[in-house]
């Protein structure tokens, strides 16, 4: 099952994987959204910490455009603080302008030193710069750096001493607590949130740690609590009260893990400071570790023994109730199902990270294909392995592909002949939901496709609701994969458009 076993970058640094990575071409790197910024006037001197390779970016952090080390006496003047977010990290960068007034660009405030370079002759002169009104929260003359929460507010427990835990970077902390504090959709006002709002007993706690000390006995990670340069996974963890609303309102209890942040360098990634991220809800490492049934993912790549469960859902969720969203991700090699009979809502383990989906849209194949409404389904792939088709429950197969599509097979003349594929368009956004689309390959019996030579078939309206939020939402999503033959052959007359 390839689609099982491709490790996002999030998931090989938590793994562990921090040594450098060579990239032979030219730097590029995930695209940056701005979320809050705030001008500088006058401009403040800065100068490279270091005197290796630290590149500036453009302003969303896709294109290197500057190497301070070809600057080494060059003073840079913050103009500008951008919060930069990417996926569950955010950061703030300055935007910065030579002495000179001649180059510029983004860079992380990490690299920098506050004051004129001292190796600088006569000191430059600071540029000339307008004043402009702030965007976003911020306001005052410090950084974007959101709450003025302290990073140790609010833990209420820590396997990190009091003196290792000086050595984890908070400078951005503060942002990063920003990061828990939601507003719709991803706090959905379906249901709420505050029974789970509470700080749990020190008997919860207990099996909290105790699951944690398992899991890393059996994944060999050693020395807990000791922050050193080859700390991985769980070694290090707390368990914090963090407020989930952008308005406020009562505090829910996190667990965050610690490991050493990868620094994109364009060339490469840079092992950098250790700091706090969040693992998942307190509720959602209580329920793993009280699952009466857990599987897991195998950790070989072998494609012909794929994991026997599959996950076909749009969305997932930090609680066990869909008061708090999240968005879902593939599971992968390694991952885990935590089960529980009769519940609404299971833990699924990605990476480092817990968090629940609805159980209903969870399939098993552990004892071969689903059969429903004559219809075969699972992940295997016909050309590879038909072994496990058995023709005799269903001459209609539908495999299920990445990212929710699938392929529907019909066995014909002793084979099985695809026969179209469905896909299901939308963005990485969680608010992209909103507008998913669906798109209808038809293949001929030589398995070429029926549209004309370069075109795709074009997105459709999808012949189910998906109104986003709903609590509908699941249920729905999963009957696409259910639905006749007859939904999708209406595509099939203009070629899948």
């Known amino acids: 099952m390839k689609k099982r076993i491709v490790l996002a970058a999030t998931g090989l640094m938590a793994a562990g994987f921090l040594g450098a990575i060579t990239v032979t071409h030219p730097a590029h790197a995930a695209y940056y959204r701005w979320t809050q910024t ?195 996974g769980w070694q290090n963890f707390r368990i914090v009260m963090r407020s989930v609303d952008t308005n406020g309102g009562p505090k829910v209890p996190f667990v965050e893990y610690m490991y050493y942040d990868l620094e994109d360098i364009g060339t490469g990634y840079e092992k950098g400071e250790p700091e706090w991220y969040r693992a998942g809800t307190f509720q959602a490492f209580y329920d793993a570790a009280t699952a009466t049934t857990v599987k897991q993912a195998p950790k070989s790549t072998n494609f012909d023994h794929p994991f026997p469960y599959a996950v076909y859902a749009g969305l997932s969720y930090e609680l066990p109730n869909q008061s708090l969203l999240r968005n879902y991700q593939g599971i992968q090699s390694g991952d885990r199902l935590y089960l529980k009979p009769g519940s609404q809502y299971t833990v699924f383990q990605d990476g480092d990270r817990l968090c629940y989906v609805r159980t209903a849209n969870i399939l098993d194949f552990s004892n071969g294909p689903i059969v429903k409404n004559g219809i075969q389904y699972d992940d295997i792939d016909p050309a590879r392995d038909s072994s496990k088709l058995d023709p005799n429950k269903g001459k209609v197969y539908r495999e299920i592909t990445e990212n929710y599509n699938f392929d529907e097979y019909h066995y014909e003349n002793g084979k099985w002949q695809k026969v179209f594929s469905v896909r299901l368009n939308y963005g990485e956004e969680l608010t992209d939901k909103k507008s998913i689309s669906i798109s209808v390959s038809f293949y001929d019996a030589n398995g070429r496709t029926t549209q004309a030579p370069g075109s795709e078939a074009s997105p ?30 209406k595509y099939e007359a203009n070629g899948g458009k």
Do not use: C
């Open 38 to 232: 705030k001008l500088y006037s006058p401009s403040v001197p800065y100068h490279a910490k270091y005197s290796g390779t630290i590149y500036l970016w453009n302003a969303h952090h896709t294109r290197v455009v500057h190497n301070l080390k070809h600057y080494p006496r060059t003073t840079w003047y913050k103009t500008e603080a951008v919060k930069m977010t990417s996926g569950y990290k955010s950061r703030i960068y300055y935007k910065v302008l030579s002495g000179n007034q001649k180059h510029a660009g983004y860079i992380w405030r990490g690299y920098l030193t506050p004051g004129v370079n001292p190796n600088a002759a006569g000191f430059g002169t600071t540029p000339s710069t307008s004043t402009g009104s702030s965007s976003g929260s911020t306001s005052g003359s410090s950084d974007t750096s959101g709450s003025s929460t302290t990073a140790n507010d609010g833990v209420i427990y820590s396997n990190v001493s009091a003196a290792d835990a000086k050595k984890i970077d908070t400078s951005e902390y503060d942002t990063d607590i920003s990061t828990y504090r939601h507003k719709a959709p991803y706090l959905s006002g379906l249901e709420s949130y505050d029974a789970y709002a509470k700080v749990p007993t020190q008997s919860q706690i207990q099996t909290v740690v105790n699951f944690i000390k398992k899991r890393n006995q059996e994944l060999g990670i050693n020395n807990m609590g000791v922050v050193d340069n080859n700390a991985q």
């Open 460 to 489: 459709q309206k999808l012949p189910v609701d998906l109104t986003f939020p709903s609590k509908n939402y699941d249920a729905n999503y999963l009957s696409i994969l259910y639905l006749p033959d007859s939904d999708f052959q």
